[in-house]
């Protein structure tokens, strides 16, 4: 199958039907993308396929047929939102974090708090109650512009 | 001095979170690596009768009992609890047979069918007939003080199963090493716990060495339960002669692993009709499942906090763990004090409401001061701030006011007064005497401790301890990964602990290492003297006193203190009650990092909103008969209020820096202020989780 990964044209050989969390992780080598439930509640195996915050657990491999997919890999190591999650400790135990951050990457610049709330509902965090993520993905936003 | 105590300095953890960098168990693969599976038990209670493979055999290394180099028990407590069964089933779920293949999909297609010989299965604790442990805590003459009092209230409280949720799944791997040895790589809480468990399951001929891999959450459900599963990858490596690694899917790390004890709290309490307290006659019950893991601890806990925050001079607690054919449960953020606090503080408003008092000035007239006594007779220190807390919560909320300004409508407010002991209970940490290690390196020191990082930040907080203790940058002190073979056993990481008790340890050796370099620099030091480490053991203080067989004396060197105030709106339709806004004032000695220990009450309460409000274990023939995030659900974004964190210092003398524990503090409080704002909304609610189809069910005011 051939599509891009992280900016990269790439072809890999899977299964059509492989969860495509499971080809990035195992065939592609990109264990930052998390599995926490396997049916499409946690959010912690989020990409963006095409620019879309999308469950990788409830993705067929074939759907990856020529789409753009983005891994929190992908994001490098730069991207604000990266620095922001640590240094307003919007990472705890970090296994929701790769799956926060790109679900948070994609929200409008300037979102308002009630945006960002509704934006990442599809993204379980079990230790920070939310709300030093709110403050991460605030601080990143604020240094964006 | 650099001075990072007291700064919220950025975490010891690196990037590598926020990159997908960070390797976590499941991240692993090895040359060779096999996957493992546990065959499970499908029936409650009953005897194996045979066991047949229904599937080719070939490449498939199979363990059962018979494997077992060692004695077939988890070794923790009691010892009843085995790795694999042999003929008894006790429960859904219990490990039978493990299996392991390199191939995953072939794996999970194997088909083993058991045939069983069934017994009756006991699942309600009041109907048990066996009780792991009994506790009786006495105080004064609760009966004589009961008889004569002027107002008697009574009633009786229930909270479910909670399920942790971290968002990280059990998972570990076992390497057989070249000498023989077998490693076991995990996320976990407490590696030593596993190790002691290990060698007893591999016995004399096979080393074990256990090694902490970064986790994704524990809130205690990676307390004890790692122990059984790198049992099984050990088990399984030592077999195959190769890695192997279990990593448990969601359903199955619901179904199998531990939960939060169900509870059943009745209190009897005498009171002047001014509103003192006079005697307090509590009875526990919690349902321990099918073994002792925990259990006798948990209810030690929750027993001792049952009285709640108050002054009382009689008072009895009568205390039972018992068993069911249910999975074990365990430990769980709290260990029993939430269960206990959720029923006294639940309890109290419905005094209040008894007297026509308001549940502010019943508390006030009531909360431990310090040279009060608690129910086990200990005298608090200065460092005891229950009232501090009540005032901030009651006068910030403008508490007073609503209460009366929600009369009548939707919309509730509740709030509720706790307290939680930090470190082991009575003469558990002088047992335990932990020790930290700390070595010189060329910059600075590396800290070798059994303390788990599992996102509190036990690595920042540490290095924020001996910085500062030591007096060079923060930027210069390592923390090692916990490993059994280098680190020193600073006790397991649970309780409370890590900050006050291993930090304290930390204090000290850092102290040591400094006048040891008597003003050399370390690369100066391991020049001209040499490589160096200092281990030190843990001195609990010197006033301690507890007698374990009357459960009198301090029962915790000291505890912190906290108030939540809910408010809440319940939708007359739907019979959802939604939390509009929470205010958590906590005291917890001193904060080593303030925007850490924030995140510690930010998810500690959410955590507990949860139990409160939405989490539902559905027990059906004793096994969880909703283990998926879907039929389970945990708070999201949505489900999370707007929340006030208020961090009071009062510094304790015996901890770092004046520290005292907070990891579990957070989660005593929200559970009781959220039925108690249903409660102000006019529900006679005693139980959780206020699911709608139990507040529909209520009884009005
Ligand atoms: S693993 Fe995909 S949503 Fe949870
Ligand atoms: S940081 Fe642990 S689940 Fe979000």
Redesign the pocket.
């Given at each position: 199958m051939r599509f891009t990964l992280n900016g990269s044209a790439v072809d890999v050989a899977a299964h059509p039907m492989k969860r495509l969390l499971d080809v990035l992780r195992q065939e592609c080598g990109l264990t930052g993308t998390k599995e926490g439930c396997g049916e499409g509640e946690c959010g912690a195996c989020t990409v963006l396929i095409d620019g879309a915050p999308v469950c990788s657990c409830l993705v067929p491999f074939a759907q990856a047929d020529g789409a753009t997919v983005v891994t929190i890999e992908g994001l490098g190591g730069t991207h604000p939102l990266q620095q922001c999650f640590m240094d307003e400790v919007g990472?705890?135990?970090?296994?929701?974090?790769p799956g926060?951050i790109l679900a948070a990457a994609v929200l409008p610049a300037g979102a308002s708090l009630e945006e960002i709330r509704i934006g990442l509902a599809g993204n379980?965090?079990?230790?920070?109650g939310y709300s030093a993520i709110y403050r991460a993905v605030q601080a990143a936003q604020s240094r964006r512009t | 001095m650099t001075q990072s105590v007291g700064k919220s300095v950025s975490r010891k953890d690196g990037i590598g979170k926020a990159t997908g960098a960070t390797k976590y168990a499941d991240d692993v693969v090895l040359p060779g690596m096999l996957h493992g599976r546990t065959i499970r038990s499908t029936i409650p209670r009953g005897t194996v009768k045979s066991i047949r493979f229904d599937f080719d055999t070939t490449g498939f290394t199979i363990v059962d009992h018979r494997d077992i180099p060692g004695t077939n028990v988890v070794a923790l407590i009691r010892d009843d609890q085995p790795y694999l069964v042999e003929t008894e089933v006790q429960h859904v779920a219990e490990p039978i047979l493990l299996l392991a293949h390199a191939d995953r999909d072939v794996l999970f297609a194997a088909k083993v069918v058991i045939e069983y010989e069934t017994l009756e299965p006991v699942y309600d604790p009041l109907a048990s007939a066996v009780s792991f442990k009994e506790i009786s805590i006495e105080k004064g003459g609760v009966v004589a003080s009961l008889a004569g009092a002027e107002i008697v209230v009574e009633g009786e409280y229930r909270t479910g199963h909670q399920e942790h949720v971290?968002?990280e799944t059990n998972g570990v791997y076992a390497v057989p090493e070249e000498d023989g040895s077998i490693t076991v790589h995990g996320s976990m809480q407490c590696p030593f716990y596993a190790l002691k468990a290990l060698k007893g399951l591999m016995g004399p001929a096979t080393p074990v060495r256990v090694v902490q891999t970064e986790t994704?959450?524990g809130f205690g459900g990676k307390e004890e339960y790692p122990s059984m599963i790198a049992g099984h990858a050990a088990l399984l490596a030592m077999k195959s002669g190769r890695p192997v690694k279990i990593i448990y899917d969601r359903v199955e790390d619901m179904v199998a692993t531990t939960k939060r004890h169900p509870s059943i709290v009745r209190h009897r309490t005498g009171l002047t009709r001014a509103g003192q307290l006079i005697a307090m006659d509590v009875e526990v019950i919690i349902d321990g499942g099918a073994y002792a893991t925990l259990s006798e601890v948990v209810l030690s806990r929750g027993s001792i906090h049952a009285a709640g925050p108050y002054r009382c001079a009689h008072t009895h607690i009568r205390a039972r763990a018992m068993k069911t054919n249910t999975p074990p449960n365990g430990a769980f953020r709290g260990f029993g004090a939430p269960q206990t606090e959720f029923a006294m503080e639940v309890h109290m408003d419905r005094i209040a409401e008894q007297l026509g008092m308001c549940p502010v000035a019943l508390r006030e007239m009531n909360a431990l001061v310090p040279g009060d006594t608690t129910a086990t007779g200990q005298t608090l220190r200065r460092d005891a701030s229950a009232l501090e807390c009540l005032r901030e919560a009651v006068a910030r909320t403008d508490f007073i006011r609503k209460r009366e300004a929600y009369r009548g409508t939707s919309k509730g407010i509740g709030l509720a007064l706790f307290y939680h002991g930090a470190g082991f209970t009575g003469a558990g940490e002088e047992r335990l005497r932990s020790r930290a290690r700390l070595d010189l390196t060329g910059r600075g020191v590396r800290i070798l401790v059994a303390s788990t990082e599992i996102?509190q930040g036990t690595r920042t907080m540490h290095a924020q301890i001996v910085s500062d203790a030591m007096g060079i940058p923060y930027e210069d002190v390592e923390v090692a990964m916990p490993d059994t073979a280098v680190s020193a056993d600073s006790g397991p990481t649970v309780a409370s602990r890590t900050c006050m008790v291993v930090g304290r340890i930390l204090e000290r050796c850092a102290q040591e290492m400094k006048a040891r370099l008597a003003g050399r620099t370390p690369a100066e030091y391991l020049d001209t003297v040499g490589p160096l480490s200092v281990i030190l053991e843990h001195v609990p203080p010197p006033w301690i006193n507890w007698d374990d067989d009357t459960y009198q004396g301090d029962a915790y060197p000291t505890y912190a203190w906290g108030c939540d105030v809910v408010e809440l709106e319940l939708d007359p339709d739907t019979y959802e009650a939604r939390p509009t806004h929470v205010t958590a004032v906590q005291e917890f000695g001193r904060p080593i990092h303030p925007a850490l220990a924030q995140g510690q009450i930010e998810g500690g309460t959410v955590q507990g909103l949860g139990f409160a409000l939405l989490e539902r274990v559905v027990m059906r023939d004793g096994a969880m008969a909703n283990p998926t995030l879907t039929n389970y659900t945990i708070p999201t974004t949505l489900d999370t209020p707007a929340m006030d964190i208020v961090m009071l210092e009062n510094h304790y003398e015996g901890g770092p820096f004046g520290a005292k524990g907070l990891g579990e503090l957070p989660i005593d409080g929200p559970a009781p202020a959220v039925v108690n704002a249903i409660r102000h909304i006019g529900l006679d609610l005693r139980s959780i989780p206020a699911i709608p189809e139990t507040l529909l069910t209520c009884a009005s005011l």
């Open positions: 990472a705890q135990c970090g296994i929701c974090t926060m379980l965090c079990r230790c920070t | 971290y968002i994704g959450g996102g």
